[in-house]
């Protein structure tokens, strides 16, 4: 799935290289506004195009409707890909998602909580308490939207470290290829 904020990405980086940092609320409204307004108006002139050309009525009230609908579509999207970013997170990278909760939202997960990596695909472990104790992506839904809120927000403080560990990963495994070991 494409980032909906990446055009954002280069703004964020200028703003660290000045020596500020962008906390996650900030990037999550940033991107929130880019995503809906997008979206809002892509379809308010496609509409407003097709009520000019097609319709009796011409083009404002088409338009409007167009961005209205337009609107809710980036909001809800932007929504579900935000909840997906935080699950995948609590399934596969669960200490450091706990750890963004605690430092950056001062949101603590209780001790019992398993944080282990699972694999989004396995079936043994997916979905399911791990001896009988709740896992972090199974608290963060119980908790809620209040809890769902957070852990969106803690993932977008921890994505820039967990997109490192996965240029990390694909370096080591382009050396890999590059020596001849493959």
């Known amino acids: 799935m494409v980032d909906s904020g990446a055009h954002l990405e280069g703004l964020s980086n200028i703003l660290t290289l000045g020596g500020m940092e962008i906390p996650a609320r900030a990037k999550f409204v940033a991107k929130f506004v880019g995503s809906s307004l997008f979206s809002s108006i892509t379809l308010g002139l496609v509409a407003g195009q097709t ?26 999207g932007y929504w579900r890909q935000c909840k997906n ?20 939202m001062l949101v ?41 809120s957070y852990a969106i927000l803690a993932a977008q403080s921890c994505e820039e470290d967990i997109n490192e560990m996965h240029k990390n990963e694909r370096q080591k495994l382009v050396d890999i290829y590059s020596d001849g070991k493959e």
């Open 51 to 76: 009520g000019a050309v097609f319709l009796s009525c011409g083009p404002l009230i088409p338009f409007m409707t167009g961005s209205c609908i337009g609107y809710a579509w980036g909001c809800i």
């Open 108 to 148: 603590v997960p209780p001790k019992d909580l398993v944080l282990e990596s699972r694999n989004s695909g396995s079936n043994e472990t997916d979905d399911k308490s791990v001896d009988g104790r709740m896992t972090l992506d199974e608290w963060i839904i119980e908790g809620g939207i209040g809890r769902l």
């Open 85 to 104: 970013t935080a699950m995948t997170y609590a399934k596969k990278y669960p200490k450091i998602l706990a750890h963004s909760l605690c430092t950056n």
